[in-house]
């Protein structure tokens, strides 16, 4: 039986604006869950050469009512349900549209239907052609059948729409961003789409979600709230679904924010929205609408629930990229590799991703240069007495809300807490190293060892011998540490080094200590050139005395590696540093032999290797000096002062030999 479709012609349904492709095929799934449905199977198989021979869409709906095919096949852009899930949905599909999407990419489509009239299930066919797709054909007759109600449509004749299109990543990602508020809403009720028997899994395009309920004055609210992993429309809203989750009304986030691409949808289910009558304007009307108080806080609620969350995303996501972004991009500017640099860097740090948190669009599309002076203007503001200034200066480039002033005021206090906490832990930590050497040279010294017990603190604390040593290896045979010193400075770290051949006395050379630096020396030759610079360190127990013999075993280290082709690079130096507890007339001698080159402690040099010998009241003078230099150069010296004193840790008081106080 053939039937028209009031009003309408065929050129009008293909310059109606029709969803194409993937699109097209969200009108029929979409009306299969407007009918009921809680699955719908998409199934399609192509030729050899790719093309589409049969689609199909398949529903378990309520199927479609003989008697009401006027109001649904006959009134083109019309339908009869003015209740779709699909206005909540990204496709943006017109009413009525759906059943004639097939012909934008196909030339017939037939529907098999089940529906129930009055305790029977009756099933029919309803087929239409693209080229006259203002009529529509119905089966003649209306079987008894005892299968489920449901629907499955049949598309066929296929010409711009290709199997690869289909069996590819973007039409998945498509039904899993158009569907996948859906399907989360309805997982309870178990709602899925299948393809090609393969059940779509949503969750490739949810990022986070969180479902919660909330009482709103005398009024229930299930929130859930999406973040999705790529863009998903022009604009982000809140969605208010009555009971039947059918959206009643929408309202823009005001969190889009593309400085951060934090894409995200807010569902609110409520039987509260069931008589919920929005209105364009405000309105003295009776009816609940946007003026109601209730809808109003839920509003203020639901904006409170998406600023958090984009704080949170921007903290654990946006703000870690950009610091990661801009190490790779060397936007930070030069540290020393030394504790004191490190705390000073990382504070930088935390004030950069604080400030990108409080509001990102300052750092949105600033060329290298531009990131670098901005980052350089901070780290000048950190290291001066201007440093809650930024507050004032940020502020002048953006209009900052007062809470997002209250935020950064409150950073810029914590870091400037937290840089003072962890230098004061730092020295603390160095203090007790120390004050440790201290006792087991001095108060300790009948019982003393370097391999047992002063090796021990030296290779946790390398740093009194210069903050820019990178700890490689500690009493190992001479074979060894080489090893392992090639193995750190090699690119390819699974290649063994080769050492060249030693023989038993050389192997078992062993010096305590190797610490080594790569790559941080200017190399005053050339313009941007670099030094590698090395230490070996010979420890000895309180009881030995520095002299002929103990030099003598330090220069045959020296010697060893002149000797090693491996180390001859004109781009190494190498210092050697052996510390006891007193040096001898033979070394006092050294000292003054070398003079002229104006380096304290050193005994000899020849080419790129020099020879220091340090009494250990030397290296502890040492570390008190550069530690009161340090302490006195801080803008807040005083407090770090302050703090170190009530540890009872003071740099600028000489040190004594002898100990009282023991540590534990």
């Known amino acids: 039986m053939k039937k028209h479709t009031s009003k309408i ?66 009134k083109f852009q019309d339908s009869q349900k003015a209740k779709t899930f699909a206005k909540t949905g990204f496709v943006k599909g017109k009413k009525g549209k759906g ?35 203002q009529d529509y054909e119905t089966s003649d007759d209306r079987k008894i059948v005892s299968i489920k109600c449901g629907t499955r449509v049949v598309i066929k004749n296929i010409f711009d729409l290709y199997g690869d299109q289909l069996d590819n990543d973007a039409f998945y990602e498509f039904l899993a961003s158009e569907f996948g508020w859906f399907l989360l809403l309805n997982k309870d009720k178990d709602y899925h789409i299948n393809l090609n028997g393969e059940r779509l899994d949503y969750s490739i395009v949810i990022d986070d979600k969180d479902i919660t309920d909330t009482t709103i004055i005398d009024d229930n609210f299930k929130i859930s709230f999406v ?43 409520s039987k509260y929205f069931d008589d919920f009558k929005p209105t364009k304007e405000d309105s003295s009307t009776f009816d609940k609408n946007q003026q109601d108080g209730t ?5 203020q609620h639901l904006k409170e629930v998406v600023a958090k969350k984009e704080k949170d995303f921007i903290r654990h996501n946006k703000a870690e990229k950009l610091i990661e972004r801009y190490r790779q991009k060397k936007i930070f500017p030069s540290f020393k590799n030394n504790a004191y640099d490190q705390v000073r860097e990382k504070d930088l740090e935390n004030v950069v991703k604080e400030l990108y948190c409080a509001e990102p669009s300052i750092f949105k599309n600033l060329k290298t240069t531009q990131s670098k002076t901005l980052v350089g203007f901070l780290n000048l503001l950190l290291d001066s007495e201007e440093r809650d200034k930024i507050l004032t200066i940020i502020d002048g480039i953006v ?8 935020e950064l005021a409150k950073v810029l206090q914590k870091t400037k807490f937290t840089y003072i906490l962890n230098l004061i832990r730092l020295l603390e930590s160095r203090h007790t190293a120390v004050e440790t050497l201290r006792i087991l040279i001095y108060d300790l010294n009948k019982f003393t060892n370097e391999r047992d017990h002063i090796q021990k603190v030296i290779e946790n604390n390398y740093w009194l011998f210069g903050e820019k040593y990178h700890l490689v290896s500690a009493d190992q045979n001479f074979e060894a540490t080489l090893s392992n010193y090639l193995k750190f400075l090699e690119e390819n770290d699974n290649k063994k080094p080769k050492i060249g051949d030693l023989n038993q006395d050389e192997k078992l050379r062993r010096p305590d200590l190797l610490i080594c630096r790569k790559s941080d020396k200017p190399d005053h030759r050339t313009e941007d050139g670099l030094i590698e610079e090395n230490i070996v360190v010979e420890l000895k127990r309180p009881s030995v005395e520095i002299g002929k013999v103990q030099y003598r075993q330090i220069e045959d280290y020296m010697n060893f590696i002149i000797s090693e082709d491996q180390f001859n690079s004109q781009l190494r130096e190498w210092k050697f540093i052996i510390v006891g507890t007193t040096v001898d007339d033979y070394i006092t001698g050294l000292y ?37 230099n340090l302490v006195d150069q801080l803008e807040f010296k005083n407090s770090i002062k302050e703090e170190l004193k009530a540890k009872d840790i003071n740099f600028d008081k000489e040190l004594s030999n002898k100990l009282t106080k023991k540590i534990a």
Do not use: P
């Open 295 to 299: 809808f109003k806080a839920l509003v």
């Open 9 to 74: 012609t065929a050129k009008s349904i293909e310059q109606s604006g029709l969803s194409e492709g993937y699109k097209a095929i969200a009108e029929y799934i979409w009306n299969g869950f407007d009918e009921g449905a809680s699955y719908v199977n998409i199934n399609y198989e192509g030729n050899e050469v790719g093309y589409l021979q049969e689609l199909s869409i398949e529903d378990n709906g309520t199927g479609i009512d003989f008697s009401d095919l006027e109001n649904t096949f006959g």
């Open 592 to 628: 003054k032999s070398q003079e002229v080159k104006g380096k304290r402690f050193l005994v000899h040099a020849i080419d790129r290797c020099e020879i220091y010998a340090m009494t250990w009241d030397d290296l502890f003078k040492q570390y008190r000096n550069r530690h009161k």
């Open 227 to 269: 973040r999705w992993s790529k863009k998903i429309g022009d604009k982000y809203y809140f969605y208010f679904l009555d009971k039947e989750r059918v959206e009643r009304y929408r309202l823009h986030t005001s969190f889009n924010n593309g400085a951060i691409d934090f894409h995200h949808s807010v569902f609110v289910e």
């Open 399 to 406: 209009n900052l809300s007062d809470e997002e002033r209250n």
């Open 99 to 133: 059943r004639f999407a097939f012909t934008t990419f196909a030339h017939t489509a037939t529907w098999d239907t089940v529906f129930e009239k009055e305790g029977k299930h009756l099933q029919y066919q309803i087929k239409i052609n693209k080229s006259n797709s």
